[in-house]
């Protein structure tokens, strides 16, 4: 039972993120870290690896300037090796351009199951996993709360508006899976340790027999317009609370016809 | 704009409410406004997406067991691939609508705009609004050339009406014509099937429809606390929400969850109790009318968008506020 998980390394989201004045792109030339939205894929991942008895994970990502702190955060988790993606043609892709990227990278591991998070916590386009899905031609499954594999078939509890449906899907399969899928471990001292040496290929568009034309501005085929700041909504009154706040909140209430 | 189809997602015969708000959407910049359905119920549906100005509707038909995303994405493209192509494709952003755009995006080589808040058709060519960071800035941006453009839009961004009034269509106004579309060829893509289907038990108004919405976070301290929400959720008649922290903790489920990767309320009143206000949750409520928050951190970030803060401890507030409103009778 071979793995792949998608890691996106993003900008420290306890820095206040930034756009490119240029052309409004994501400033990501700082340190990256493991988007927070990946470690339940990769802990997933080693999670399904440990059940089936044998295999591994590995880890497939896209950054610019051969980035791999987030990547060897999840090496240190247990994930075996990594492929990155790094080419300054690949600055400014879109969510296909960058599907494209994966699904290539993803074609030399030959993984029996690809899992994503539903989306990235910085630019939450949402779509990418799914036409990596179409790419490879594979099933997906969106959405996942809960996952088991038993004779090689997935069994998903997939989110719905209601609740949830059980999916089956038979390998190789896309599995997008929600934050609460399994609870991420840290890493230890050990696999902190052993992080360092452990593989990751770094590729490039070339590598990949990609066509420069299908990634970056060119195939993203799209341009931002315009950033302005939000028309902003006004603090109103503030009550600390000294045992009777729940009255100002009655009373807000009754001003308001909902009491 | 000449050509505008909306993805109509529908549960027996009723279309979602995201479907209603695209299409009235549409008919402020298309020419032409058809409609894509499947699932039992189509011809019903046709009906209503008809009142909101669908005048085609095109019915893929019973999917079984499926998951929409791989035979729906391929009917479009097929569609497409005959020559009938729209110049704009708006698909609601729930969990099948965003597969379906996905697939589709991969079969006709298209990008996808998604989180979509607003759109402008003045120039000719659409310009979609997306909010960033949060809410507080403004993201312009379009389509460089091709069509149809596939953009993905969050639930709540327009307000729905309907383009006629529902006596028309029974008075022998012209409903739509259904188009039946066939499935071509999925392959391996659709393989997965649904084998049963959960549904959570909820009482009292669905959360993206309340006028009153109140939720919880960690400030709750602990899974028990939720209670106090319901329960003041209750007696407002409103309906109980949550942050992501306390979904992700697993003290409540998925489906409460308010923010960027949950719903978009935009209640008369919203009430935070022990909600720090992080980025992704203030994207999904400060479209309320009214914000209350209730936090002990006098620092907190909902404090700068809330029409009333209370600095205090949730726990404490919130049993006297139920007391008093139970007092009232």
Known sequence: MNVAVCLKQIPDTAVPPALDPQDHTLIREGKLIMDDSDSYGVEMGLQLVEAAGGGEVSLVSMAPNGETSGLRTALAMGAAKAVLASDPVLAGSDALGTAKVLAAAIRRLEPDLVLAATESTDGYTGTTPVQLAELLGWPSVSFAKHIEIADGVLRVQRQTEAGYDEVTCPLPAVVTVTAGVVEPRYPSFKGIMAAKSKPVDEVTVADLELDPSEVGPVGARQQVISVEAAEARKSGEIVVDEGDAHERVISFLEQLKVL | ?329
């Open chain 2, 1 to 329: 704009m000449d050509k505008v189809w909306v993805l109509a997602e529908q549960q027996d015969g009723a279309p979602l409410g995201i479907v209603l708000e695209l299409l009235t959407a549409a008919r402020g910049f298309g020419n032409v406004v058809e409609a894509f359905t499947w699932g039992p119920g189509a011809a019903s549906a046709a009906t209503t997406l008809g009142l909101y100005g669908a005048t085609k509707v095109y019915d893929i038909g019973d999917i079984g067991e499926s998951l929409p995303g791989p035979k729906v994405a391929a009917a479009i493209a097929a569609e497409v691939g005959r020559g009938n192509c729209p110049d704009a494709l708006l698909v609601g952003a729930t969990y099948d609508g965003r597969d379906i755009a996905a697939r589709l995006s991969v079969r006709l080589d298209r990008p996808v705009l998604t989180n979509i808040v607003g759109v402008d058709a003045s120039s000719g060519a659409l310009t979609t609004e997306h909010a960033i960071f949060g809410g507080s800035m403004v993201l312009r941006a379009r389509f460089t050339d091709g069509v149809p453009g596939i953009f993905v839009v969050r639930a709540k961004s327009f307000a729905a009406e309907p383009a006629q009034p529902a006596e028309s269509a029974e008075a022998g106004g012209q409903p739509p014509a259904v188009v039946a579309v066939e499935v071509p060829e999925t392959g391996a893509t659709d393989a997965a099937r649904i084998v049963a289907r959960h549904e959570e038990e909820r009482s009292g108004p669905k959360l993206d429809e309340a006028a009153v919405v109140v939720s919880g976070g960690r400030g709750l301290g602990s899974p028990d606390n939720y209670a106090l929400i319901v329960e003041l959720a209750q007696l407002l008649n409103g309906a109980p929400g949550a942050s992501r922290a306390i979904v992700d903790a697993g003290w409540v489920p998925y489906a409460f969850q308010v923010g960027q990767t949950g719903k978009t309320v935009k209640p008369t009143v919203y009430i935070a109790c022990g909600i720090s206000g992080a980025t992704q949750h203030m994207v999904g409520m400060k479209g309320a009318k009214n914000i209350i928050a209730i936090n002990k951190d006098r620092e907190a970030p909902i404090f700068t968008i809330a029409d009333l803060g209370v600095v205090g401890d949730v726990t404490k507030v919130v049993p006297k506020l139920i007391e008093a409103i139970k007092a009232r009778g």
